[in-house]
């Protein structure tokens, strides 16, 4: 699954400089189909109501569905996939 999660992290575009964006992390479940498409609407797991976790949250939504259709094995099956981001290793890579 992680092959999964670094096909996002290209298309999730955060603001860094904004303040304790640098030290969060975005879980979510994304319930994908077999060719990869997602399938209904992400959700977001241990959801917090401050700006900063907010905006790298709705950044999340928007790079998973940029992604979609995800690159996915051979014999893969329809299922929740569980998605686990830290802004941390994001912001540090740029």
């Known amino acids: 699954m992680a092959a999964l999660g670094a096909q ?14 640098d030290d969060l992390v975005i879980r979510v479940t994304v319930r994908l189909s077999a060719d990869g498409q997602i399938i209904g609407t992400p959700r977001l797991q241990d959801t917090r109501n401050d700006p900063t976790w907010r905006a790298a949250s709705e950044a999340m939504l928007r790079a998973l569905r940029a ?6 094995p051979d014999g893969f099956q329809a299922q929740e996939v569980p998605f686990r981001f830290e802004t ?6 740029r």
Request: net charge positive; aromatic share 8%; hydrophobic share 25%.
């Open 8 to 21: 996002v992290t290209p298309n999730w575009n955060l603001n860094c400089d904004m303040p304790g964006m």
């Open 67 to 72: 992604t979609s259709p995800f690159t996915v």
């Open 88 to 93: 941390k290793r994001q912001c540090g890579n």
